[in-house]
T-cell receptor, first 111, second 115 residues
């Protein structure tokens, strides 16, 4: 059974900092991995999808990397802004269709 | 940009009552999903649906749950006899296909409160 761990659980940084969010998963047989953003009481916004054959994927100030063999993914956020404050979730997809979610990293960017 | 829409945004129901949560997936998508998130816990998979049948379900999705695509646009989750522990945020998602290049797109959720 896939287990997903996200470190750190919470992070508070001043505006402008570059930061890295970590995700590890126990079953490396995945098809892809999605990173989501969740604002309090809101839905899940897909940020990036990185396929199992890819090492990196970029969208604007976001860069996700994937090391499938070691069961790790990182989300890099460049030049953080207060509007980036949210919970970030990673979710690998295995051979079945379901996503397995981590508990998330709660990010606070201080102005 | 097309999006998944869910109604209602908040549903309050007495324990033991039936509840139906509604979703309109993105129009050309073929795969549909329900997930739930109990307050303070992880998002958990419930069920996936394709070609008018369940393709996968988790151990959470027991006999009190059912899903249906009653017409060409709606996708519903029914809970037959609600329990206090069914209180959660329920998310609907859809994807065009299930290939490794296909993201799942989520709605804003329905907050279900069982009294």
């Amino acid at each position: 059974k896939q287990e997903v761990t996200q470190i750190p659980a919470a992070l508070s940084v001043p505006e402008g900092e570059n930061l890295v969010l970590n995700c590890s998963f126990t079953d490396s047989a995945i098809y892809n991995l999605q990173w989501f953003r969740q604002d309090p009481g809101k839905g899940l916004t897909s940020l990036l999808l990185i396929q199992s054959s890819q090492r990196e994927q970029t969208s604007g100030r976001l860069n996700a990397s994937l090391d499938k063999s070691s069961g790790r993914s990182t989300l890099y956020i460049a030049a953080s802004q207060p509007g980036d404050s949210a919970t970030y979730l990673c979710a690998p997809k295995g051979g079945r269709r379901a996503l397995t979610f981590g508990s998330g990293t709660r990010l606070q960017v201080q102005p | 940009e097309p999006e998944v829409t869910q109604t209602p945004s908040h549903q309050v129901t007495q324990m033991g009552q039936e509840v139906i949560l509604r979703c309109v997936p993105i129009s050309n998508h073929l795969y549909f999903y329900w997930y739930r998130q109990i307050l303070g816990q992880k998002v958990e998979f419930l069920v996936s649906f394709y070609n008018n049948e369940i393709s996968e379900k988790s151990e959470i999705f027991d006999d009190q749950f059912s899903v249906e695509r009653p017409d060409g646009s709606n996708f519903t989750l029914k809970i037959r006899s609600t329990k206090l522990e069914d209180s959660a945020m329920y998310f609907c998602a859809s994807s065009l296909r299930t290939g490794e290049d296909q993201p799942q797109h989520f709605g804003d959720g329905t907050r279900l409160s069982i009294l």
